[in-house]
């Protein structure tokens, strides 16, 4: 090669070292300036105490949840919206309290979620995200009311009512088939493990844009059915809490799947994971909620108060707790302002944009108050430290600060205190709808059928 050609390959190699250059930092800069994935995880009826980054027992251990911790916040004054599964679900995919639309029990996920509800999905979608559902859907059966019609490209998973088999997963009816988008299919495997292998498919397919997921594990609601291999691991002398355990292992090996997956595919530094359970542990399922008092289907702490974590490597600070109160109605419109989407202008939001307050930018207090009720015979309303219970009618009273558990009734003591926040929650309920559905006069065979259900 002569002097002259020498120069032009020496040009060239130059010229395309240096485009490699721009090019390879061009793409780190947009992948920088990406809108983030967004990870919604849901578990169902788990224990207060049944995560290791909170206090626990002894025999409880979930690693891959505890690694959403030590690289996220972990909150510790969290709320599910309802003491039960549907209408928590209800509120979380609307940022609406569900009683504004009418929907107050877990019945009404028969009638399901209203079609002029517009969802967390059909906002994201408009962003140009790819939306999925794995796992239980419980807002809706009718082919309405089903999730491609509510914003979601992809569904695996069932769609009602609240329990399903983990081993039968073959088609039954429109409530316990499994379905692959809008069709039942005929399955096999154990269900946790099947909803984890579609997320991690799900990631993968999607790894050139954004992609929100949200997977609704139906563990560990109850039945207390796990593979035999996972039960072995855990002898505490109650077979049914070693079941439940090993339901709870292998929800957490999911997660861990799916954390994996975001690392293996260059997605993880710019994925948000919120991560808690639908409402308080169950007690049908042997779930251990530690020192709240009560369980699933009370407003109670044990019913309401739920673990909660919020992880996004790039945007938030790690492994630190955040004690402000906070409710899964929130996650709505976090998610939508780490995404540069809008809220509708045309409805009233309950929930309020978590950011400000996980990256310690504010001091100012998220909510005045948050409410419960199930539209009879219980509510709640929660204003500072102060917390009003009413259950048949009677009123109780507690400082969560210094009574978490709730022992101490300070209702004769603080009577001003009571009607100021009695007043606080009627004006609230006012602004309320009716409910969706009535409930039927039960026979003794419905009643049956429903317990089964729940």
Known sequence: MDNLNRRLFLKKCLAAGAGAFWLSGHTSAARKNAPPNIVLIVSDDQGYADVSCYDHPQEVSTPNIDRLARHGVRLTNAYASAYVCAPTRAGLLTGRYQQRFGFYTGGDSRTGLPLSEVTLADLLKKQGYATAVIGK??????????????????????????????????????????????????????????????????????????????????????????????????????????????????????????????????????????????????????????ILRDYKQSVYEGGIRVPFIVRWPSKLPKGTVCDEPVISLDVMPTILSAAGASLRPDRVY?????????????????????????????????????????????????????????????????????????????????????????????????????????
């Open 350 to 454: 309950d929930g309020k944009n978590m950011l400000p307050v996980l990256r310690r930018e504010t001091k100012k207090t998220l909510h005045k108050a948050l409410f419960f009720c199930d539209g009879a015979d219980q509510w709640a309303v929660r204003a500072g430290k102060w917390k009003l219970i009413s259950r048949k009618g009677s009123l109780e009273l507690y400082n969560l600060v210094l009574d978490i558990s709730e022992t101490k009734n300070l209702a004769s003591k603080e009577p001003d205190l009571l009607r100021q926040l009695k007043e606080l929650y009627d004006k609230w309920r006012a602004q309320m709808g009716e409910p969706i559905s009535r409930p039927k006069k039960q026979t003794k065979k419905t009643k049956k059928n429903r317990s089964k259900q729940k």
């Open 137 to 290: 859907w419980h807002v809706g059966i009718q082919p309405d009311y089903r999730p491609l019609k509510r914003g979601f490209d992809e569904f695996y998973g069932f769609l009602g009512h609240g329990a399903h088999d983990y081993f039968n997963l073959r088609i039954t009816d429109d409530y316990t088939s499994i379905y692959r988008n809008e069709k039942p299919i005929n399955d096999t495997g154990y269900l946790t493990r099947n909803l984890t292998r579609r997320a991690v498919s799900f990631i993968e397919r999607h790894r050139s844009r954004p992609f929100f997921l949200y997977l609704p594990f139906s563990a560990v609601h109850w039945p207390l059915q796990a593979p035999p291999e996972y039960i072995k691991r855990f002898n505490t002398g109650n077979k049914d809490r070693d079941i439940y355990l090993a339901m709870l292992e292998c929800m957490d090996e999911g997660i861990g799947e799916v954390l994996d997956t975001l690392k293996r595919t260059g997605a993880d530094d710019n994925t948000l994971i919120i991560f808690f359970s639908d409402n308080g542990g169950a007690k049908r399922n042997l779930a251990d909620n530690g």
